[in-house]
């Protein structure tokens, strides 16, 4: 790989226009552990215009996030799904929203969630987008993504009982406490979600004692 190296170097030196040559050079460096050089040859040909195929962008993508660079990584995905270089599926507008949110850029996550439940079959990109609502504190738009997600389905019992647990947690904000004992007696019959679920049940008999002394 070393040698490898240093003759794609020299073929570029020579011949800059051509792609295969950028990504057998980024690739190379990778395979090496060289991240960060396999990142700069990879994100200059893609400022050259070079990457023109899904594997080199989605290669680029990971690459950014694996160095740390969410920003990046959503930015370039995501225009390339928009361009029609990288198909928009859900897993694909999956990761732009996941490298939205680590990027600290929520508004933009929460788009890229709702472009991956257009997508979806099931209602697990809309629990997903319901944790970012509550993040957010939009109850409202939260329990409507919740009640979308249980009605599409498709939720382990794992999921099922987080969003339950979940919707629970936003009815209660919402001001209506019988919904959400009876969405936290849901969540209780699944093990992974029990415990909250108990000691949010708890928390509500608290309240209600303290507001009837």
């Known amino acids: 790989y070393e040698q490898a190296v240093k003759t794609l170097e020299t073929l570029l030196a020579r011949w800059p226009e051509r792609k295969n040559h950028w990504t057998l050079l980024a690739q190379t460096h990778y395979l090496l552990g060289q991240d960060q050089a396999a990142l700069a040859v990879q994100a200059l040909a893609y400022r050259k215009g070079f990457l023109d195929a899904s594997s080199d962008i989605l290669f680029l993508a990971g690459l950014y996030n694996k160095l740390q660079l969410p920003y990046q990584a ?68 939260a329990l409507e993504a919740l009640n979308q997600s249980l009605a599409r389905g498709g939720l382990d019992d794992r999921q099922a009982g987080e969003a339950y647990l979940l919707r629970g947690i936003v009815q209660f904000r919402l001001g209506d406490p019988e919904a959400a004992a009876a969405d936290w007696d849901r969540a209780g019959r699944e093990e992974s979600a029990r415990e909250s679920a108990r000691q949010w049940l708890n928390y509500l008999q608290e309240e209600r004692r303290r507001s009837v002394s």
């Open 74 to 141: 959503a930015a370039v995905l995501e225009q390339a799904m928009r361009d029609g270089v990288v198909a928009a599926n859900r897993n694909h507008w999956k990761q732009v929203a996941e490298s939205w949110r680590a990027a600290g850029e929520l508004e933009r996550a929460l788009i890229a969630w709702e472009s991956a439940g257009r997508a979806a079959a099931d209602g697990l990109t809309d629990l997903h987008r319901a944790y970012l609502l509550t993040d957010l504190e939009r109850w409202t738009a």
